[in-house]
């Protein structure tokens, strides 16, 4: 997956910083504000932004990050679908855009995620996950893990990649040492790919999804005030005696 990731970015020169930590693979790289390619993204994210009215509100300032970023994830479902192709001919286990189920296979129920999930919720309720910082999921979520189980975890470091294999960096992440070494000798900072993003959404703007993506958001929205009576479970033919 990690090789398909590459192979996609690499076609529109772009090389983002490759970070490993205890959820798996990370990629990131940087647009420029004051570029056409980030008013293209809020131009292709107006109709998609989600929450930046609900449920917080938030300044003219935000929302203009937020319709950019509702913008990016359209262009990372189509960065993913892409991965999805060239990955899941190769790989011996599923391979899906976020984590859904599938079914049992020899080895039980596994599969590779290309997580998208981040753009489905509002710009104010992320974070970005820095390097050489502690992973603390398994401490804050010790209801999924497990008590009996915390005491055998260790310590997990965000590491970038930068040349290593995947074991090699597993090896550092769960070594304090080997990772202050290693942060001492590598640059973390997010390289900037305007003009290879730029290329990318010009690839997206002539693909099938981006025509999909546009059918699926000429719909309007159902008002805010009518959420509460369109969310209700559906009533069933259910009759107690």
Not at 128 to 137: E, I, Q, S, T
Not at 168 to 176: C, E, G, K, S, Y
Not at 229 to 235: A, E, F, S, T, V
Request: hydrophobic share 40%; with cysteine.
């Amino acid at each position: 997956m990690v090789e398909a990731v590459r192979v996609v970015l690499s076609r529109h020169g772009i090389r983002p910083l490759h970070v490993l930590s205890g959820r798996g693979h990370h990629f990131a790289w940087s647009i420029r504000r004051d570029s056409g390619m980030f008013e293209r993204l809020r131009e292709i994210g107006g109709v998609a932004a989600n929450g930046c009215e609900q449920p917080v509100p938030c300044g003219s300032e935000l929302r203009v990050l937020g319709k950019a970023f509702a913008g990016l994830g359209l262009l990372m479902e189509y960065v993913g679908r892409l991965v999805l192709e060239l990955a899941g001919a190769r790989c011996q286990i599923p391979v899906e855009l976020t984590a859904v189920e599938v079914p049992t296979t020899g080895r039980g129920r596994e599969m590779v995620s290309v997580d998208l999930s981040e753009y489905g919720d509002p710009l104010q309720m992320r974070t970005v996950r820095v390097p050489f910082g502690a992973y603390l999921k398994p401490w804050q979520q010790v209801y999924a893990m497990g008590r009996a189980n915390m005491g055998r975890i260790g310590p997990i470091i965000f590491v970038p990649v930068d040349g290593m294999d995947t074991r090699r960096a597993v090896h550092v992440m769960r070594d304090p040492g080997l990772a202050a070494g290693l942060a001492e000798e590598l640059s973390t900072a997010i390289p900037e790919h305007t003009a290879g993003s730029a290329s990318l959404l010009d690839a997206y703007e002539r693909s099938a999804l981006r025509e999909f993506h546009r059918e699926f958001y000429s719909e309007a929205h159902e008002l805010p005030e009518r959420w509460p009576r369109d969310l209700r479970p559906p009533l069933y033919g259910w009759v107690a005696r």
